[in-house]
């Protein structure tokens, strides 16, 4: 079982408001990512970083940033909720020399 | 960048039946391809991978899928499906193994 976390797993905020989910890893992955999903909708890659101060987006448009400051840690930062920001958000990680990804549990965000 | 079509957005079957998941994806270059399995309110599991080698990839849970390059699929199978077997199923494709393009996912119902 991977060792990756999400907190929280469910949030329920109103519009404006700056949220940050949490995303950790104890395994020591250099590369980490964000996901976006939404029902009958493929996963989009809206962050994703291959070690310590690297930080790309991905193909999806998003307003919210990331950092990656340790090598187990990798949040994502909404400044300003809005109601489009609904859905799940993955996070995942991979070894350097590996293609597999382990996935955390969720974020499921609701902007109200 | 790449594209991944699951055809079969919902799949029905009957408990001990055989069920095949399809996938197809858009690019001839050399890929690796992967499925996950989804669980209600749960991350992404890796059920199978393959990134070279024999087509035929065995993986988790008694399932296998098939690497047709021709065809540019990737299809998954269990001869004999579970209960337990019922969820979500993504399949997914890496061209360098950094970014990964999901498909919309297949939702497997095993019935009683």
């Known amino acids: 079982e991977a060792d990756i976390y999400q907190t929280p797993r469910y949030l329920v905020i109103g519009t404006g408001k700056k949220i940050t989910l949490e995303c950790s890893q104890t395994m020591g992955h250099d590369k980490m990512y964000w996901y976006q999903q939404d029902p009958g909708m493929e996963l989009h890659l809206i962050h994703y970083?291959?070690?310590?101060?690297?930080?790309e987006k991905g193909d999806l448009s998003s307003e919210s940033t990331v950092s990656r400051i340790r090598t187990e840690h990798f949040p994502l930062t909404l400044e300003s909720a809005r109601p489009s920001h609904t859905s799940q958000y993955l996070c995942?990680?991979?070894?350097?020399?590996?293609?597999?990804?382990?996935f955390g549990p969720g974020t499921r965000l609701t902007v109200t | 960048a790449q594209s991944v079509t699951q055809l079969d957005s919902q799949v029905p079957v009957f408990e001990e039946a055989p069920v095949e998941l399809r996938c197809n994806y858009s690019?001839?270059?050399?890929?690796?391809l992967f499925w996950y399995v989804q669980y209600p309110n749960q991350g992404l599991q890796l059920l199978l991978k393959?990134?070279?080698?024999?087509?035929l990839v065995k993986g988790i849970n008694g399932f296998e899928a098939e690497f047709n390059k021709s065809q540019t699929s990737f299809h998954l199978r269990k001869p004999s499906v579970h209960i337990s077997d019922t969820a979500e199923y993504f399949c997914?494709?890496?061209?360098?193994?950094?970014?990964?393009?999901f498909g919309t996912g297949t939702s497997l119902t095993v019935i009683p």
């Open positions: 393959y990134l070279s080698g024999s087509t």
């Open positions: 997914a494709v890496s061209e360098a193994g950094n970014q990964f393009y």
């Open positions: 690019s001839s270059v050399s890929v690796y």
């Open positions: 970083s291959y070690g310590v101060n690297s930080t």
């Open positions: 995942a990680s991979s070894p350097r020399w590996d293609y597999e990804q382990y």
